[in-house]
């Protein structure tokens, strides 16, 4: 353990799986660090390449770790910082042996440990059998409102389904006991994104496994630099306030974590990017279940985490409260889901709701009368885009419509193909495509998605550290956390003492995201969603009446077309940020690698919504600026 007991200043290096490896060699050499953390896998990465590396085909590990191990490996020996990412994917162990293989060619004296426990693909069906009422342990089942999306859960009895990867959300224990045990660079596999820098922060100040608001803070200060450059300025809903120039080659944020679990976020001086209370507060916003937000290792209640700016690109966090972890933790289960193709087709101009209706109904005629519908899954023509009217070019006249189409058979899709095919001379006036229509002729497999609990005792998360010569010189097995507590049901209401809107004066409708921000993503099958006030609105008027405007029926009606009766929503207020924030269960279909939405991941639910128009107070207008360049 380090005698310091200064701030530790803690450097993210990737968000992602495409985040290159310069941004870790970025993050070693452009200022002072003692540790390098790394978040490289979406839910989806691992299930991705499971078969082509069972099958030697592909090894196992995210190649831009790697990559940014290579590049970053004299840095990290000079300047003694550690490193702790969950590159290692499927093969943890893979990636701690090349890395100890390429510190040992330069004469290094690193010591390399791997984090495995997290892969439960041999005993998974052990784990989700069917309760007494033939439910799965799905993620969201100790909810009573939320209903799954059809065929959620069939995939057990379906020999053609084979389960694929399961891999469970691991904590921190075990990496905080191989930097205690001395290792420089830990691996991870699944490990929950925020656990490398609760770890690292463990480890630095000696905290105790029941220091709980102090890990709350460690994991709201992990949820903040987690997503790479998202934390300095990247999907930033007011990135319109600032010139293009300065939201190029961003770099990756830094938290200095207190001892007491407070932290700032900043970034190194030399690097381009804004860290803002407005950036940092979308980003604490970001793929949240509530205002409960969970780990194997804490609980962390983000009720009142406040945030404030004490300097240039420094925003000081603080308020979490932590609480013992749950007694599971989220097991991610992907399997054979069956085949997938899409088709897109372009309208022009006049009349293009109507030659729509015509293709989509020319297709699915055809496809009834060769008896193909009973075969098909899922089949959806989704209109995207609104023609502009009195067009200055043909793009600003043309929008798109996109065939989507799963099936649990290839042939099934090249039918749906075929159907358009049949009919092509017969297509609306002047319908155009891409000449390559290869995502829909030639059907690529998909992977089903169904989020599991698993009970923490369950697992044997381990840590294995590699002796000099490349043998494991010690392997720990660290158990499950000393102390849990089972979930309480998740805080959802309303305005409390609501205000009447008409009491904040006469309104004018305009866009909503003139005046507020959001972030949103996904958590599975659901979309999450936060709001706040631009900087020139962020006063206690404009919260009065933004947490009294946005109501779940509110959020409802904005929704417009795309509301389902079956959607269950929460909401909660956050109100030292100044935060409405929403989960919609179901919006995103199954979720992941199986939905069938276009923004599969959520991303732009946010802003979406930011662009409905809504009547806001006209003092308010008068008062703040437009905040747009």
Known sequence: MATARRPVRIANCSGATPDPGDLMLAQATAGPIDVITGDYLAEANLAQYAEAYAEGKHPGYVVSAYNGLRLSLDAINEKRIKVVINGGGLNPKGLAEATHKMAQEKGYNLKIAYVEGDNLLA???????????????????????????????????????????????????????????????????????????????????????????????????????????????????????????????????????????????????????????????????????????????????????????????????????????????????????????????????????????????????????????????????????????????????????????????????????????????????????????????????????????????QIQESVSIIGQDGQVEDHVVVGPPCITEELAPRENYDPISPRALSSFGSSRTIPFGDIILARSGDKGANVNIGFTPRKAYDNAEVWEWLRNFLTKAKLREMMGDDWQDWFHVERVEFPKIRAVHFVVYGALGRGVSSSARLDSLGKGFAEWLRAVHVPVPIKFLERGLRGKI
């Not at 409260?321 to 309208?347: D, I, M, R, S």
């Open 123 to 457: 005993i998974v069906h052990d784990i989700i059998k069917p309760d007494s009422q033939g439910r799965l342990p799905h993620f969201d089942s100790p909810n009573s409102h939320v209903k799954l999306a059809k065929d959620t859960d069939n995939f057990l009895q379906d020999p053609n389904k084979k389960i694929v990867a399961a891999n469970a959300y691991l904590g921190c224990r075990a990496i905080r006991r191989g930097l205690e045990q001395g290792a420089d660079i830990v691996i991870c596999g699944r490990v929950a994104d925020a656990s490398p820098v609760m770890g690292a922060a463990q480890w630095w100040h000696g905290l105790k496994e029941d220091n709980f608001d102090k890990l709350a803070g460690a994991l709201v200060a992990g949820h903040l630099i987690e997503c790479s450059t998202y934390g300095t300025g990247a999907n930033f809903a007011g990135f319109d306030q600032y010139p293009i120039k300065q939201l190029l080659q961003l770099g990756c944020p830094i938290a200095e974590i207190a001892e007491n679990g407070e932290a700032v976020i900043t970034k190194h001086e030399a690097l381009n990017g804004i860290v803002t209370e407005e950036v940092v507060k979308c980003q604490l916003l970001y793929e949240l279940q509530g205002n409960i937000y969970l780990n194997s290792d804490v609980k962390a209640d983000i009720a009142n985490v406040a945030v404030r700016q004490v300097g240039l690109n420094r925003v000081h966090i603080s308020g979490a409260k932590g609480y013992p972890p749950p007694p599971t933790t989220k097991l991610a289960v992907f399997y054979h889901g069956g085949w997938q193709g899409e088709l897109t087709l372009n309208a022009t101009g006049y009349a293009t709701h109507y030659k729509y209706d015509l293709q989509e109904t020319q297709m699915r005629t055809q496809l009834e009368e060769w008896g193909v519908m009973k075969d098909i899954d899922l089949l959806e023509f989704q209109r995207v885009g609104v023609p502009q009217e009195n067009p200055r070019s043909q793009l600003a006249a043309t929008t798109y419509l996109r065939v989507f189409a799963q099936a649990q058979h290839a042939e099934t899709i090249r039918r749906v193909y075929q159907a358009f095919l049949y009919n092509f001379m017969q297509h609306f006036p002047g319908m155009n495509c891409t000449l390559d229509t290869r995502l829909m002729a030639i059907p690529i497999p998909f992977l089903g998605y169904f989020p599991a609990l698993v009970a923490q005792d």
